[in-house]
């Protein structure tokens, strides 16, 4: 042992690093490869998380895009003319003036990523006293190897508006 003054009479032992044997204190293989197991599951837990983020980022995006295709045709849909009280009565809201549409989801491409959607328009008579129909329409998108998904948005109009 080294005995060291330090000052106002305080004595300190320190002692040394190398025992009289020689050995250094280190950790056991069984350590390093506990610590080393434990430091990849940290580690792939987070690059986990991180894919699972960027794939509901682009799921979120998928589905935004979606919405904005549905809400452009029931746009469509609610321009169209319906007129009770012209000569002759004029009626454009019909199903059969919106057919079926397939169109590229606004989403950025890059290479062969295309998206496409596939709209459905249904227009339903709720009732003829007062004159009220629904409009509905259906956008239905894949994502990956996930399915099917669609957003549906809808909405009631009247005659004359």
Known sequence: MVLRLLGHGVKMF????????????????????LAIAIGGI???GMMLGYIQAAIRAEWSAHSLAAQSL????LEQ??????????????????????PMTV?????????TNIAYATNLTTVTTISTT??????????????GSRGVFTNTVATYRAADQ
């Not at 009289?20 to 490869?33: D, H, P, R």
């Not at 629904?134 to 956008?139: A, G, K, L, N, Q």
Request: proline content about 8%; aromatic content about 8%; some cysteine.
């Open 14 to 33: 320190v002692k040394p690093s190398i025992g009289n044997t020689g050995a250094i204190s280190a950790f056991t293989l069984m350590e390093v490869v």
């Open 42 to 44: 940290l580690i792939s």
């Open 70 to 73: 549905a809400v452009m045709r």
């Open 77 to 98: 849909a609610r321009a169209a003319k319906w007129d009770r009280l012209a000569y002759p009565p004029l009626d454009q809201l019909v199903s059969g003036n919106f």
């Open 103 to 111: 169109e590229v989801l606004d989403i950025p491409v890059t290479g």
């Open 130 to 143: 007062p004159p009220l129909k629904m409009i509905r329409v259906d956008c239905i998108w894949a994502f």
